[in-house]
């Protein structure tokens, strides 16, 4: 079986950041799932317009067949703020995906997109993101990290966990 992880949280978790790092400490593919919104979106949001369910559908589709067309274990970067986001993303593969959702508070994820410079998510569609926000279900694979903490502990328990359900 090959391994399946979804990088989940609002904007300024550092979804980016850990898949890229997670991606090289465990040796897998990485995919960063803003790169797949289509350019309306990406307009959208950067006009501090938020995302409609219907404008997230085919961009939630193309995430999961980006997972489902990889031959080696991939993580991909996706807010998948909600279930049914996430039963989009799992209706593209055969195989169970895993996700890793990256989650703070909100002043500290407030602080963090305040300080990005040249991303088209804007610090305003925060409020929107956490009203989405689902936490994941018992029934749902994955983990919850807690991106407070020190860089390095989160790879550590991210590492942790895909190492785990890779056996």
């Given at each position: 079986?090959?391994?399946?992880?979804?990088?989940?949280?609002v904007?300024?978790?550092?979804?980016?950041?850990?898949?890229?790092?997670?991606?090289?400490?465990c040796g897998i593919d990485f995919i960063d799932g803003d790169d797949l919104h289509p350019q309306?979106?990406?307009?959208?949001?950067?006009?501090?317009?938020p995302l409609t369910d219907?404008?997230?559908?085919?961009?939630?589709a193309d995430v999961g067949r980006a997972l489902g067309r990889s031959t080696s274990p991939t993580i991909i970067g996706c807010s998948a703020l909600k279930r049914a986001y996430r039963?989009?993303?799992?209706?593209?593969?055969?195989?169970?995906?895993?996700?890793?959702?990256?989650?703070?508070?909100?002043?500290?994820?407030?602080?963090?997109?305040?300080?990005?410079?040249?991303?088209?998510?804007?610090?305003?569609?925060?409020?929107?993101?956490?009203a989405a926000l689902e936490r994941l279900g018992?029934?749902?694979?994955?983990r919850e990290i807690d991106i407070s903490r020190p860089f390095n502990e989160v790879i550590a328990q991210s590492e942790a966990y895909v190492k785990e359900t890779m056996k």
């Open positions: 079986m090959i391994g399946r992880y979804v990088l989940m949280g904007s300024g978790c550092g979804k980016s950041s850990v898949g890229l790092q997670l991606s090289r400490v309306a979106n990406i307009t959208k949001m950067a006009q501090g317009e219907a404008d997230r559908a085919p961009w939630l039963d989009i993303i799992r209706s593209h593969l055969p195989e169970p995906v895993h996700f890793l959702h990256l989650h703070a508070g909100q002043e500290v994820l407030e602080a963090r997109v305040a300080a990005r410079v040249g991303h088209f998510m804007p610090p305003s569609l925060l409020d929107s993101q956490f018992r029934d749902e694979l994955g």
